[in-house]
């Protein structure tokens, strides 16, 4: 199966979960899980242990900045590498699962960075955006590598503002260039991956305790709502899924699928 899926969203919206119940769609073989958030146990207790046992999860713990230059962020970077290479290449593993690759994509900037800063001995802590070219292009070929070797790859994210550079007024009455919090949000990683993902959702919470005319009642009662946001075929944009699950929305996707095919779309 070569697909990759990807999503993001706030915490306790259920992306751990997701994740996991993309298990279900393999009879047999297993899910190796990148766990950068450590989340395994927030989520593994709402499966059965014939379906939990077949979720190997891997930990790679966030390495402090202020170790930069020590060489453990390339050590930390060099394990996951070695790990994803061999669940590529491992007949068992047939989905892989990166949890999250907002923090992925942190540890492959600084493991840049570190490298960078020793060979070149410049006083840096980031990179400057130009030079996430080189940390994007790793990336992308995670999630190319997954397709060549046809396993399905999941990938979710955490949740960030939107900020858009607006003019403002300053109390003097003089107008500054500032950035500007929208109130929307997008996903947390490299701003290419809605392109190499077949399917692109938004996880949030939403009250479902409503009444006949649609008002919220209390108490509220919260569950996780998907939003196709880069859909394959376009017919299924905006596209709400209560309660998501892998195969859910293969279910979704498929039927709309059948559809367009029909009418001619």
Request: charged share 25%.
């Given at each position: 199966?070569?697909?990759?899926?990807?999503?993001?969203?706030?915490?306790?919206?259920?992306?751990?979960?997701?994740?996991?119940?993309?298990?279900?769609a393999f009879?047999?073989?297993?899910?190796?899980?990148f766990?950068?958030?450590?989340?395994?146990?927030?989520?593994i207790?709402?499966?059965?242990?014939?379906?939990?046992?077949?979720?190997?999860?891997?930990?790679f713990?966030e390495?402090p900045?202020?170790?930069?230059?020590?060489?453990?962020?390339?050590?930390?970077?060099?394990?996951?590498?070695?790990?994803?290479?061999m669940?590529?290449?491992?007949?068992?593993?047939?989905?892989?699962?990166?949890?999250?690759?907002?923090?992925?994509?942190?540890?492959?900037a600084?493991?840049?960075?570190?490298n960078?800063?020793?060979?070149?001995?410049p006083?840096r802590?980031?990179?400057m955006?130009i030079?996430y070219?080189?940390?994007n292009?790793?990336?992308?070929?995670?999630?190319?590598?997954?397709?060549?070797?046809?396993?399905?790859l999941?990938v979710?994210?955490?949740?960030?503002?939107?900020?858009?550079?607006?003019f403002?007024?300053?109390?003097?009455?003089?107008?500054k260039?500032?950035s500007v919090?929208?109130?929307?949000?997008?996903?947390?990683?490299?701003g290419?991956t809605p392109?190499?993902?077949d399917?692109?959702?938004?996880?949030?919470?939403?009250?479902?305790?409503?009444?006949?005319?649609?008002?919220?009642s209390?108490?509220?009662?919260?569950?996780?709502?998907?939003?196709?946001?880069?859909?394959n075929p376009?017919?299924?944009?905006?596209?709400?899924?209560?309660?998501?699950s892998?195969?859910?929305?293969?279910?979704?996707?498929?039927?709309?699928?059948?559809?367009?095919?029909e009418?001619?779309?």
């Amino acid at each position: 199966m070569s697909e990759v899926l990807s999503y993001y969203g706030a915490e306790a919206t259920g992306k751990t979960t997701l994740g996991f119940s993309a298990i279900k769609a393999f009879p047999d073989g297993i899910m190796v899980h990148f766990d950068f958030d450590l989340g395994r146990e927030r989520a593994i207790w709402r499966f059965p242990k014939e379906l939990a046992d077949r979720i190997k999860s891997v930990r790679f713990a966030e390495v402090p900045t202020w170790t930069l230059g020590s060489g453990a962020i390339t050590q930390r970077w060099a394990s996951f590498e070695r790990t994803y290479e061999m669940a590529l290449n491992d007949p068992q593993v047939k989905a892989l699962f990166i949890d999250t690759a907002s923090q992925m994509h942190v540890l492959n900037a600084d493991e840049y960075l570190e490298n960078y800063v020793k060979r070149n001995n410049p006083k840096r802590h980031q990179l400057m955006q130009i030079e996430y070219r080189f940390p994007n292009n790793r990336t992308k070929a995670k999630y190319m590598a997954a397709r060549e070797a046809e396993k399905l790859l999941i990938v979710s994210h955490k949740e960030a503002p939107i900020y858009v550079e607006q003019f403002v007024q300053q109390s003097d009455g003089s107008m500054k260039k500032e950035s500007v919090n929208t109130g929307q949000k997008t996903f947390n990683g490299m701003g290419e991956t809605p392109y190499y993902a077949d399917q692109h959702l938004w996880l949030y919470l939403k009250n479902v305790n409503v009444d006949a005319a649609g008002k919220e009642s209390k108490p509220v009662r919260l569950a996780t709502v998907a939003q196709f946001q880069k859909p394959n075929p376009p017919a299924i944009y905006g596209v709400e899924l209560m309660a998501p699950s892998y195969e859910r929305i293969m279910q979704v996707v498929d039927g709309v699928k059948k559809m367009s095919m029909e009418s001619g779309q």
